[in-house]
């Protein structure tokens, strides 16, 4: 079967490698249909992400059919895959949270990924997508992120919330708060970027950097939101954001950055703000994102901005990582 493989920064390659023919104990053969790429691929393809180690088959964001028949799965069926290999076994496993696993290893991340015509997945990691197309599917993960952002800061429809950073996790953050019906607020360095998302997705409060933290913080009533999930990955802008933060908010770090952090306490403490992290997605993020595809709350078609077959991912890789701006979600065809 042919595999992506990227060998060191810069240097990817179409290589033939023998085709799984069958699975360890508990895990399932899935042929794959889509892969979605992200930030997390072009930082592997440049080299900017810490401890990783090539040669490696990235891709994570994928959707498949299952080649055998196993653990309740049919041959054929569609189903989205879970990246995150938890070991249920640790502490955190074992307290429900498999996403924050302290041995947790992501497919096309710390193991092989599905840029790859078969991948073997365990079993519990495999949700049934029967609702969805296979570009859908392959979607799921990169939304299940701000699903489970969303989910951790428990906000409603009476809150007042502001996204910081509108890439792809942070729309998918912004999408989710307005599913919940609360008042959903962008900000963004980038004017183009949501005007385009309000056309699109109905946004209706966007807000530049250049308009300045005070036309922010006169549009949230003056008192500050409810909620601010920052999805910038800059650690001078998560820095900045906790002045957005209202008396009794919260705030969810959903970006990593690679810094330090700091803040004022007595900002911090009058707030009582709550300070949280947010770190991949659960089973039930993923059923959270399923059934609003399938539902037809996130209009798919519009984050599908980029598209390549298997045979052009050298080059279509290679062209997306170096001219990204544009780019919501790429999406590259396995097979049908
Ligand atoms: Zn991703
Ligand atoms: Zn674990």
Redesign the pocket.
């Known amino acids: 079967m042919r595999a992506l493989v990227v060998a060191a920064p810069g240097r990817l390659t179409l290589e033939t490698r023998p085709r799984p023919q069958s699975a360890p104990e508990g895990w399932v053969l899935v042929d794959i249909a889509r892969v979605g790429i992200c930030g997390t691929d072009y930082h592997i393809l440049e080299g900017n992400q810490p401890f990783f180690e090539y040669p490696r088959v990235i891709g994570h964001e994928l959707s498949g059919r299952i080649a055998e028949d196993a653990h309740g799965f049919r041959r054929g069926d569609l189903v989205t895959v879970n990246p995150y290999v938890?070991?249920?076994?640790?502490r955190?496993?074992l307290r429900g949270k498999?996403n924050c696993?302290?041995?947790?290893a992501v497919l096309g991340v710390h193991r092989d990924g599905g840029l790859a015509e078969r991948l073997a997945v365990p079993a519990g990691n495999l949700y049934p997508a029967d609702d969805l197309a296979p570009d859908q599917a392959a979607m799921v993960e990169f939304l299940a992120i701000g699903a489970h952002a969303v989910r951790r800061s428990r906000l409603t429809a009476e809150d007042r919330v502001l996204v910081v950073g509108l890439g792809p996790i942070g729309l998918g953050t912004a999408l989710f708060a307005k599913a919940r019906g609360a008042e959903v607020h962008l900000l963004d360095a980038n004017a183009e970027r949501l005007d385009a998302l309000k056309g699109d997705f109905g946004f209706t409060h966007t807000h530049t950097l250049a308009d300045g933290p005070q036309a922010v913080m006169a549009a949230s009533g003056g008192a500050g939101f409810d909620v601010v999930f920052d999805a910038t990955g800059s650690a001078r802008a998560i820095e900045a954001g906790f002045a957005y933060v209202g008396h009794g908010g919260t705030y969810v770090l959903v970006s990593v950055v690679k810094d330090e952090i700091r803040f004022l306490d007595p900002e911090f403490h009058k707030r009582e703000m709550t300070l949280m992290g947010s770190r991949n997605a659960t089973r039930e993020d993923f059923e959270t994102v399923t059934a609003a595809m399938a539902g037809g709350t996130i209009d798919t078609a519009k984050l599908k901005t980029h598209a390549a077959h298997f045979p052009d991912v050298v080059a279509a890789l290679s062209g997306w990582s170096a001219d990204r701006r544009d780019i919501v979600k790429a999406i590259v065809t396995v097979a049908e």
Not at 101 to 104: K, R, S, V, Y
């Open positions: 938890s070991c249920g076994k640790c955190a496993c498999p696993c302290t041995n947790i």
